[in-house]
C-alpha cells in the first residue's frame, strides 16, 4: 500500500478510486493507511509519536462499540457528549432513512422546508425564555462563530461599533475555528501560536466555587472588575454554563452564572450561553442556564441534538437582537453555510428531541447521576486521585499526574470499555440509556484501571 506519492496520483493505469479496504482481509493494511494519511482530532502526522492510537470501530449499538476483531466495549464517552440515545436507535435510523427518501438536502437561501420549521418550533419551545430567533448551523463550532458575529453585529447597528471585543473565562472551550479558538483558555488553547491572526479578547479568572460548595461573591469579583473597566470595548461575555468542559470538567456555582446574567444587563453586554456540552439533561436540567433559572441573549447547542447522529448545531437569540441586526447596515445577518439546516439532520433532531421526552430524559439522567456517585465515588480513596465529582450524567476523576494516554486506553480496552481521557481527567459521560447494570460495569472497569498501579 505505500505507494510513492507521485506513483498514486500519476499513474494513468490506475483507477479512479483506490481499491477499498476491508477491515476483515486487510486490518493492518488499512491501519497503515490511516496511520499514515488521516489525521485525527488532534493527533500528530509524525509516525514516532505514533504507536496504537486508533482503533478500527466496525459497529455501534445502543451503549456498545464493536472494534473491527469483534471486541465489545462499553462506550463511556457518548462520542463526545453526543449519542445520549445510544448508537443507531432505531428511532433515529428509521427518521433518516424516511427523510433520505424524499429530500436528503437542498439549499436554504430561498427556500424552507418542514423538518427545519419542526425544529425551529420544539428549540423555540424548549430552551429558556425569550429565544425566539434560530440560526441552523453545521457544528458547534461554527454555532459559535455566529454567535460572535450576532453579537458584533447587534452592536454596530446600534451605533455602538466599539464594542467589539468578548470576555470569556479562564479554562473555557468554545471549539477550533479561529474565532471560537480566540474564546477558548488563552494557555491551554495555545493562543501564541497564532497570536498573529487571532483576535484578541479578555479573559477573566475562572469560577473557584463549586457547584455544591457555598457561594462567596469573591468569585464573581474578576467578572465584576473586567465589565467595570472595559464594558465600553465589549460586546458580550461567553461561557459555558456551570459546567465547563474540554477546558477542565469543572462545575460552578449556579449563583456565578445568575451574576454574570445581572451584570451583562447593568454594563449593557450580551450574554452568550455556549450550550453544546450541557443542552439537552446532561447536567440534570435541560439547559444548564435553568441552573440558575436566567436566560442568556444568544444560546449555542450542538452535540446532543441530533442524538449525536448527524453533525447539526444551533444558535438562538432574542427579538430584539434579532431585528437590531437587521435593521443594521448590512439589513440582515451575514451568514450563510451550503447546509444550513440540512433536512436529513433536521428530521433526526426532531426524533431525537421526542425521544427525550418520551424516554423521560429527568429520570433517566437521575438515575445515572446516582449511579456514577455509587460507582466512581470509592476512586475518591486512591492515592492516586485528587477528586472525584458528579452532575447530573457527567463524572470526573481528577487525577494527581495526567494519565499516559498511550497505557490508559489500552488498559481501558483490556477492561472491555472505551474512555478518552485527557491530560489529569479521567471522565464519562454516558448515554441516558444505559442501565444501572451497564453503569456499574462502566465504572468497575475504570476503577479496575486506576487500580492497576499504571497511574
Ligand atoms: C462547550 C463547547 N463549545 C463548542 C464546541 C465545539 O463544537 P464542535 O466540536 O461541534 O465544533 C464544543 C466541543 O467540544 C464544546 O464542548
Known amino acids: 500500500m505505500n505507494l510513492p506519492k507521485n506513483k498514486m496520483k500519476h499513474d494513468p493505469s490506475r483507477t479512479m478510486f483506490a481499491p477499498e479496504f476491508n477491515f476483515q482481509t486487510s486490518a493492518q493494511e488499512a491501519l497503515a493507511f490511516d496511520r499514515q494519511h488521516i489525521w485525527h482530532p488532534y493527533s500528530s502526522m509524525n509516525s514516532a509519536n505514533k504507536e496504537q492510537d486508533v482503533w478500527p470501530v466496525a459497529s455501534a449499538k445502543g451503549i456498545y462499540l464493536t472494534l473491527a476483531d469483534g471486541t465489545e466495549l462499553i462506550d463511556g464517552m457518548s462520542s463526545w457528549w453526543s449519542t445520549v440515545h445510544g448508537y443507531s436507535h432505531p428511532r433515529l435510523v428509521a427518521a433518516i432513512c424516511e427523510q433520505a427518501q424524499t429530500m436528503s438536502h437542498v439549499m436554504f ?4 422546508h418542514e423538518p427545519a420549521i419542526n425544529l425551529a418550533q420544539k428549540l423555540v419551545q424548549l ?24 453579537a458584533i453585529q447587534y452592536q454596530q447597528a446600534r451605533g455602538k461599533a466599539n464594542k467589539s471585543k468578548l470576555v470569556a473565562l479562564k479554562s473555557g472551550y468554545h471549539g477550533d475555528t479561529l474565532g471560537a479558538m480566540s474564546l477558548c483558555d488563552p494557555t491551554t488553547g495555545m493562543h501564541h501560536l497564532f497570536s498573529g491572526i487571532l483576535a484578541q479578547q479578555y479573559f477573566v479568572a475562572q469560577p473557584e466555587i463549586r457547584f455544591d460548595q457555598e457561594w462567596q461573591n469573591s468569585d464573581i469579583q474578576p467578572l465584576r472588575s473586567c465589565l467595570e473597566k472595559h464594558h465600553q ?29 445581572i451584570l451583562c444587563d447593568k454594563y449593557d453586554v450580551l450574554l452568550i450561553a455556549d450550550e453544546i456540552a450541557t443542552g439537552f439533561g446532561r447536567s440534570g436540567k435541560m439547559f444548564a442556564c435553568e441552573h440558575a433559572d436566567i436566560s442568556p441573549d444568544i444560546l449555542c447547542v450542538g452535540k446532543a441534538l441530533t442524538g449525536g447522529q448527524m453533525t447539526l448545531a444551533a444558535t438562538l437569540t432574542t427579538e430584539q437582537v434579532a431585528t437590531t441586526i437587521s435593521a443594521g447596515e448590512a439589513g440582515c ?74 497505557k490508559i486506553q489500552p488498559a481501558c480496552i483490556e477492561q472491555g470499555i472505551w474512555l478518552r481521557p485527557f491530560g489529569r481527567l479521567v471522565y464519562i459521560m454516558p448515554a441516558y440509556i444505559m442501565t444501572d447494570k451497564e453503569l456499574e460495569e462502566l465504572t468497575a472497569g475504570i476503577l479496575k484501571v486506576l487500580k492497576s498501579g499504571l497511574f
Open 233 to 261: 470595548t465589549i460586546a458580550a461575555l461567553i461561557l459555558e454554563p456551570i459546567v465547563q468542559g474540554a477546558g477542565g470538567m469543572r462545575f460552578y456555582h449556579p449563583q456565578y452564572l445568575a451574576q454574570a446574567r
Open 333 to 406: 445577518f451575514m451568514h450563510g453555510p451550503t447546509f444550513m439546516a440540512n433536512p436529513l439532520a433536521c428530521a433526526v433532531a426532531n426524533e431525537s428531541l421526542a425521544l427525550l421526552i418520551d424516554n423521560d430524559w429527568h429520570q433517566q439522567v437521575s438515575r445515572l447521576e446516582k449511579g456514577l456517585l455509587k460507582g466512581l465515588g470509592p476512586a475518591n480513596e486512591l492515592d492516586s486521585v485528587a477528586d472525584v465529582r458528579i452532575l447530573g450524567a457527567i463524572g470526573v476523576i481528577e487525577m494527581k499526574s495526567p494519565v499516559d494516554m498511550k
Open 109 to 112: 437561501g430561498g427556500l424552507t
Open 127 to 150: 430552551t429558556p425564555a425569550g429565544l425566539d430567533k434560530v440560526f441552523l448551523s453545521d457544528s458547534g463550532s461554527v454555532a459559535v462563530e455566529v454567535a460572535v458575529k450576532m
